[in-house]
């Protein structure tokens, strides 16, 4: 696992479709890791991508925790709860691989495009090379944002690899 200093992230409050303000701010595993895994334990089954997020509060925690040891996140906060949670780990080759959730009350409505446009932002001024992820062929809504934002698929087997490179 490489060593890296993540820069600060700057909070931001965004709108979603709806209008509605929600907070993005960078998360903090001492502080946000219980309310990170009350939203993973209220989160549907029905939503869950290449078997994650796990179905045990165990297996949250163990996740979780390896994320929050590996990883830099950002989280959407709404009224003292996260809704969203985005995380990326960086590997050897100086890109990140990125996850992202949006409990199912608040998906479609356009909140993972700004979490998203934000990390991107934040993964250029931190100087990595790129973003990569992977996703399930049939995840068409995740795989419609990420084309959006400008991923490609690098490797379209059952699962989707898909690439964001950030520097020319
Ligand atoms: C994938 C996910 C992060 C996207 O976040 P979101 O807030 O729901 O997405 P947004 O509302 O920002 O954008 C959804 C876009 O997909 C489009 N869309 C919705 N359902 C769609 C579908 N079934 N097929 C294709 N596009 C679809 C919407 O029209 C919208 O695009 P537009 O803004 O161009 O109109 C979120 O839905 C989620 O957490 N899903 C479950 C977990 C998951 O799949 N995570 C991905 C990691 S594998």
């Known amino acids: 696992m490489a060593t890296v200093l993540f820069p600060q992230f700057q909070p931001k409050i965004v709108k979603d479709k709806t209008g509605e303000e929600i ?3 960078q998360y903090n595993h001492e502080t946000d890791r219980e309310a990170l895994i009350e939203m993973y334990e209220k989160y549907d089954p029905d939503y869950r991508c290449l078997g994650l997020p796990p179905l045990t509060r165990s297996g949250i925690e163990t996740w979780v925790d390896y994320l929050g040891k590996n990883g830099f996140a950002i989280v959407a906060e709404k009224n003292g709860k996260i809704i969203g949670h985005l995380v990326i780990v960086p590997d050897e080759r100086n890109r990140v691989d990125l ?3 949006v409990h199912q009350n608040y998906q479609n409505k356009g909140l993972g ?5 934000l990390i991107i932002e934040y993964c250029k001024k931190a100087g990595f090379d790129g973003i ?3 996703t399930e062929r049939s995840n068409t809504r995740a795989i419609h ?3 959006k934002l400008g991923f490609e698929i690098v490797a379209p087997y059952h699962e989707f690899d898909m690439y964001l490179p950030l520097k020319k």
Not at 113 to 117: P, V
Request: hydrophobic share 55%.
């Open 23 to 25: 907070l993005v701010r």
């Open 99 to 101: 996850t992202i959730f």
């Open 113 to 117: 495009q700004e979490m998203m446009k």
């Open 132 to 134: 990569t992820l992977v």
């Open 145 to 147: 944002v990420y084309r």
